[in-house]
């Protein structure tokens, strides 16, 4: 089954179906029609063995959805029959003098039709360069390649943001040449093979297909006399030592990117970027939660009980908090603008978790006073869960 067959013949028409048809529908007509002209049932029928071939190479196409679908593109582009070439050379009406078979080969399967790479891969090949009265365009030096680090920071630097040197040994464009590769007194030169173009094109038929000139890498230019210290890549490895600004508010995990900063192109070409990883080291005091910063205060009971004024650390110094009388332990205070600094200026709060501490031990006098205290304080408010021990008492 050739690459002509499938713009030439009409598959749905063999099996008696509309191009809409659904796999099921497409079985069911196969299996009909193949059991109608099987040779088996027609001995020395030479019409229904062309019958049963015929239904069999349309259904080996539209029973797989792959080949199916490379089927109706391929019938879509080009018409049936479009190309089709008469016993003269000439083209039919509304085609072109030329046979598929110049254009595909006549390489049969899905795979040698497409390279693999199904039919947009082929025509994206056929157009590239000189396809449709397009000039060829060189590919140019190729990118460099991206770069990627780690960098820790301590909590508060995260937070308010910091510029900090950061020293990298990695590949970096070579100062004797400058990157072009070539020995200092000369330059590179159009290569030989493309004329400078960076592709090749060959033609075939009709179309013309291009790809990169395998003899520069579709640079478009050589080097006759390489640089003795990079040997004709432009780069080397070296230490460099860079000033990498980390913005307020930067989180652990984030990845900032530095255009242009990572290994540079080869001889000459467009450098990658650097890409820096932050890992924020925790801090003994505080923690975040978004742009909200976090700290947990111990008071005693009698505080949270009576109430008092607490005086509490910031990033940036110390804020006073009121706790109010028979504050509960867990109860957050929120002291508003000391968290972090978002991009629009404004920060975050500071969120104060307050802990009621329970002694472990106690004097004597503080004991006395405290059965006191409890002698004269109405019992917690726990009826509903003294029914149901009762239930089972």
């Known amino acids: 089954m050739s690459s002509k067959d499938w713009i030439e013949k009409d598959y749905y028409a063999a099996l008696g179906v509309e191009k809409s048809a659904s796999s099921d529908e497409i079985k069911k007509s196969y299996r009909k029609l193949a059991r109608e002209s099987h040779p088996d049932h027609n001995p020395g029928d030479p019409k229904a063995e062309e019958r049963f071939k015929a239904v069999s190479e349309a259904y080996a196409v539209l029973g797989d959805e792959k080949k199916r679908r490379e089927y109706d593109e391929m019938r879509s582009l080009?018409?049936?029959?479009?190309?089709?070439?008469?016993?003269?050379?000439?083209?039919?009406?509304?085609?072109?003098?030329?046979?598929?078979?110049?254009?595909?080969?006549?390489?049969?399967g899905s795979e040698a039709r497409f390279g693999g790479g199904g039919l947009g891969d082929l025509f994206s090949s056929i157009f590239t360069g000189g396809g449709a009265g397009g000039a060829a365009r060189p590919r140019g030096p190729a990118r460099g390649r991206d770069v990627e680090t780690e960098v820790a920071l301590d909590f508060p630097d995260a937070v308010r943001g910091v510029t900090l040197p950061l020293t990298l040994r990695a590949p970096g464009v070579c100062e004797t040449c400058h990157g072009n590769g070539a020995k200092p007194g000369t330059q590179p030169v159009a290569c030989p093979v493309c004329h400078g173009a960076g592709v090749t094109t060959r033609n075939q038929g009709s179309f013309s297909f291009s790809e990169p000139c395998r003899n520069c890498q579709g640079v478009g230019t050589v080097v006759e006399e390489?640089?003795?210290e990079c040997h004709?890549?432009?780069g080397?490895?070296?230490?460099?030592?860079?000033?990498?600004?980390?913005?307020a508010g930067v989180a652990d995990g984030?990845?900032?990117?530095?255009?242009?900063?990572?290994?540079?192109?080869?001889?000459?070409?467009?450098?990658?970027?650097?890409?820096v990883h932050v890992k924020v080291r925790p801090d003994e005091l505080f923690g975040r939660t978004g742009d909200d910063l976090t700290l947990?205060?111990?008071i005693t009971f009698a505080e949270a009980v009576l109430g008092t004024d607490l005086r509490v650390p910031t990033l940036d110094g110390t804020v006073t908090?009121?706790?109010p009388p028979g504050t509960p332990s867990g109860?957050?205070?929120?002291?508003r603008g000391k968290g972090v600094v978002r991009r629009d200026g404004r920060s975050g709060d500071l969120l104060v978790t307050l802990d009621v501490v329970v002694p472990a031990t106690l004097s004597d006098e503080a004991r006395a006073a405290l059965e006191t205290f409890a002698a004269q304080t109405p019992p917690a408010a726990r009826e509903h869960l003294d029914a149901r021990v009762r239930r089972f008492s």
């Not at 109860?331 to 002291?335: D, E, H, Q, Y």
């Open 331 to 335: 109860r957050v205070l929120r002291a």
């Open 226 to 228: 390489k640089c003795p």
């Open 254 to 275: 984030q990845r900032i990117r530095l255009a242009g900063r990572g290994e540079p192109g080869e001889r000459g070409g467009p450098a990658g970027d650097l890409f």
């Open 236 to 247: 080397v490895t070296k230490t460099r030592t860079l000033n990498v600004r980390f913005p």
């Open 232 to 234: 004709g890549t432009g």
């Open 296 to 298: 947990t205060v111990p």
């Open 78 to 108: 080009f018409g049936s029959g479009a190309f089709r070439r008469n016993a003269r050379g000439a083209g039919q009406p509304g085609g072109m003098p030329f046979d598929v078979s110049d254009l595909f080969g006549g390489a049969g």
């Open 321 to 323: 908090l009121r706790v």
